[in-house]
């Protein structure tokens, strides 16, 4: 079973760059049961809905949510089994609990979360 | 973007009771709808997927039910641990998106 665990800076000032880590445990990313597995990045603001902002194959194929207007970049490394996003120009609209999830289609395993605040 | 609308915004409902919670999407989006349950500081867990579907692990007493546009979602007899939000996507177009949640609380 695929355990997720994220790590970054909890915070972040304006129109700097958030980035985050999340470190795969209990299998390769790349290969055996994890290899056809999609790795997503949801976000949630404090007290409010979920939203899904990226999500990234094993192969590299990457999709990402529009509404971050092409800031968002997610990558991959088998090498330390991980994979991180990278936001570009950060607002205080990006302030949420960042998740970092996995699964065969959906999300079927989740990290603890990590709140990043935007603030100067 | 397809959007999600879930109802009612939150339901209170006494342990042993039935709980059913509304989803309905701005488009078809055939069967591929998923629900999620949240508990407080706590990541969402997959409840159920292509609208009726449970992973394993998931307890009977949770259900779905619906089809293009609307969907329904049942938990039969509500235990103290369901006391949580719930939310549903919609996987069938990029970008998914997720309704805001209903929460379900003790009456």
């Known amino acids: 079973q695929v355990q997720l665990q994220e790590s970054g800076p909890g915070l972040v000032k304006p129109s700097e760059t958030l980035s985050l880590t999340c470190i795969v445990s209990g299998g390769s990313i790349s290969g055996g049961s994890f290899s056809n597995y999609h790795w997503n990045w949801i976000r949630q603001p404090v007290g409010k809905g979920l939203e899904w902002i990226g999500r990234?194959?094993?192969?590299?194929?990457?999709r990402y949510n529009p509404s971050l207007k092409g800031r968002l970049t997610m990558s991959l490394d088998t090498s330390k089994n991980r994979y991180s996003l990278r936001l570009d120009s950060v607002t205080a609209a990006d302030t949420a609990v960042y998740y970092c999830?996995?699964?065969?289609?959906?999300?079927?395993?989740w990290g603890q979360g990590i709140l990043v605040t935007v603030s100067s | 973007e397809i959007e999600m609308t879930q109802s009612p915004a939150a339901l209170s409902v006494s342990p042993g009771e039935r709980a059913t919670l509304s989803c309905r999407a701005s488009q078809n989006i055939n069967r591929d709808l998923a629900w999620y349950q949240q508990k407080p500081g706590q990541p969402p867990r997959l409840l159920m997927y292509?609208?009726?579907t449970r992973p394993t692990g998931i307890p009977p007493r949770f259900s779905g039910s619906g089809s293009g546009t609307e969907f329904t979602f049942t938990i039969s007899s509500l235990q103290s641990e369901d006391f949580a939000v719930y939310y549903c996507?919609?996987?069938?177009?990029?970008?998914?998106?997720f309704g805001q949640g209903t929460k379900v609380e003790i009456k």
């Open positions: 996507q919609q996987y069938i177009e990029w970008p998914w998106t």
């Open positions: 292509s609208a009726s």
């Open positions: 990234m194959q094993t192969t590299g194929s990457t």
């Open positions: 999830t996995a699964g065969g289609y959906l999300a079927d395993y």
